[in-house]
């Protein structure tokens, strides 16, 4: 007989022992059988043929792993007739149980849920649960229940009790993958199969009604007004709430442009529809959970500008003012009102509306709860997401800590569903130290809305958020760039950052205080607050027509960003918060205070998520 270790390839294994290539468990009895004669020890086996056996079928595999146990342990009581039966018996097992969870993963609900039952009463599964000691039974107490009793005469589900076991006639505990479906997987595949009917009849957003919204309220308005009302359509036609994510909009009053014209013209006019608009606002303060309500008391007057702002031409942002303020002071809510209305023309307003071909700006409103900070922890976390990027299959979510890249398909196949495992939808993991990390908690249902938020408007979106709450939802500008970027490797970086933007381009530095809409070149700004609110430059003529953008410490809004894609621009900027000073550091002789670089021509490399900054 030709021992184990002679035989030289899976083949000669197959011919000796018919069947075994299809792991047929009469076949690999047999194969176990000759195999308790044959093996060599332990030992033997792996330093002499270890790697032979690495590349054959797993259940081979486990039967010479059985067989090798046997020998060295010496189980006097067990024949090899015993163990090659033993062998059998529990591969056919094993086999007919791989069978029927593919059958189980490949049914509905409904049809699951009725496999399962039948497996279990097929078995004579009973419940068992151990109860802890009492005075009268000071060792504790077992108790079995009969299946039958735990099951829903309604439904046809399983409902065991936290603690309890499902145990066979055997004694033996019933499979992992069984207990794991009755106790969360059929709830969420029959979720699944609720929202996977209801997406498919999710409501778009139509581009007549969204242009009247425009018209009336602005672009902001529009945009939440639409997003706000196609999700309370769809959660309306789902009474399954287990486990559906709720996509958060925290509550919010649009404002027509007719009070932005009332101010223009009618003073007592504009007090009485202002003073309206607050009394809503005190009200509005205590609609929604607990969790989403400010706890400041505050709510924020928002611009909502009908042809500069959130549109799919121009994003506008950070262009026009956001105050928050307490409605209950009348002063001064009226003048954060009056503050936003006044940022349509002041001078970097004027300069963006002339730089973008628009005249004769209206401005409505959005009043919304606060939620920026609204915990009031280290663990806010508040930023800009947008629904894809240079790659298409890549959701971006840009926090003030940091940023998360999930996988866009991972959340379609379970868009809206509650997953225990929110780092399942990432793309790529932070580093264990990031701050970042904590995010993929606190925030695990916002990738959701940003998906679903480009489903509804049917193309590529880019939302401000705080928290797991959608404050804001425009369009967002993709440039198609067909360029395969390549980084030097034998040059090292001045520089490495994230970029927004593909290119590979030499660029002279620019003075951010001259007008540049019409130059080739880079600038650095110091931090985005400075850029869109004031500073020692040009406004958004300061931007260059062709080039890139430092921006040392930007603010999670993510308003710079959105001027760079707008104007076909690289846009470089720190990976995470308070690492401006790398930046800093990089570009020698740079002072933040007097906006100062020496005269210098850098090489820009960015692939639309990695940029690196080379000497000439």
Known sequence: MTSISSVESFGEVAEKFPGITDCDPKALGRFAFHAVRNMPSETVRYHETGEKYEEWH???????????SWIDHGY???????????????????????????????????????????????????????????????????????LEDAIDPETGEIHINYGSLLIGEDGKRCPTDIEEYISGGHSQRKTEEILAGILNTVEKVNPAELESLRQTYGSKAANLISFNEKI??????????????????????????????????????????????????????????????????????????????????????????????????????????????????DDAAVCYQESVGVTNEL??????????????????YF????????????VEVHTNKGTLIYDKQAILDKLLVGSEDAESFLHTFPDHNSDIRNAIIRISDLPHGVVLAETIFQGPVQVEFANDSIVQVRPLFISESEETIHFPEDIEPRLECAALGVGDVELELLDERNNNSDKKGFVVFADEYGFTIHGYHAGYNALPKEGA????????????????????????????????????????????????????????????????????
């Open 383 to 394: 930023g800009h997401a947008n629904s894809r990027g240079v790659n298409e299959n890549l």
């Open 58 to 68: 797993d259940d081979i595999r486990d039967v010479i792993e059985q067989v090798a």
């Open 549 to 616: 953008v430092i921006i040392m410490s930007p603010s999670p809004s993510g308003h710079i960003q959105a001027h760079c894609r707008e104007k076909g621009l690289m846009c470089f900027y720190p990976n995470e918060k308070g690492k401006y000073k790398e930046i800093a550091r990089a570009l020698q002789g740079f002072d933040a205070l007097e906006g100062k670089l020496q005269d210098k021509t850098l090489r820009f490399v960015a692939d639309g998520y990695q940029g690196k900054i080379y000497d000439i």
């Open 232 to 345: 309370e359509k769809l959660y309306e036609k789902s009474d399954d709430e287990r486990t559906i994510i709720k996509v958060d909009i925290p509550p919010f009053i649009p404002v027509s442009v007719d009070m932005y014209e009332a101010w223009l013209t009618d003073r007592d006019a504009f007090l009485g529809q202002c003073e309206a608009i607050r009394l809503q606002a005190i009200e509005m303060k205590e609609v929604g959970s607990y969790r989403n309500r400010s706890p400041f008391g505050m709510c924020v007057v928002r611009s909502s500008a009908v042809k500069s702002e959130d549109g799919d031409k121009h994003s506008g942002a950070g262009v026009y003012k956001s105050i928050a303020v307490k409605p209950e002071n009348k002063e001064a809510f009226i003048h954060a009102v009056e503050e936003v209305y006044r940022s349509t023309r």
């Open 363 to 380: 401005m409505g409103l959005v009043v919304q709860q606060y939620q920026e900070g609204v915990d009031r922890s280290d663990d806010s």
């Open 76 to 146: 006097q009581d067990m024949t090899r007739a015993e163990l090659a039966n033993k062998i059998s018996t529990e591969r056919k097992k094993t086999q007919e149980m791989n069978q029927f969870l593919d059958l189980l993963q490949g049914s509905n609900s409904t049809d699951a849920m009725v496999l399962v039952t039948s497996y279990l009463k097929d078995n004579n599964f009973r419940i068992k649960t151990s109860l802890d000691q009492s005075p009268l039974f000071p060792g504790g107490r077992t108790e079995y229940e009969e």
